[in-house]
């Protein structure tokens, strides 16, 4: 959690996103992830899940997102 704390930037969101998602809260994660000028949402959010790609925010599961991670390793010829 330290390694995370220490690395993590805090945004607030800037854009309104409404609609998008299924919840109303869940948009307000799309706006933060705007705001934060992310490429990837990871989320077990199933209902975030099934948005697939908000601009150029792709939205993954946890487990997609490794393989992203592993695939890039691959890539680079770094062990997984």
Do not use: M, W
């Not at 800037?14 to 299924?22: I, N, Q, Y």
């Not at 705007?34 to 993954?60: K, M, N, P, S």
């Amino acid at each position: 959690l330290n390694i995370l704390r220490s690395k993590a930037t805090l945004v607030a969101p800037v854009d309104l996103v409404v609609g998008v998602a299924e919840h109303q809260e869940d948009d307000l994660v799309l706006a933060t992830a705007v705001a934060g000028g992310v490429t990837f949402l990871v989320t077990g959010d199933y209902g975030l899940q099934r948005v697939e790609r908000y601009g150029d925010i792709a939205i993954l599961s946890p487990r997609a997102f490794r393989d992203v991670l592993d695939a890039e390793a691959l890539r680079r010829g770094e062990p997984k």
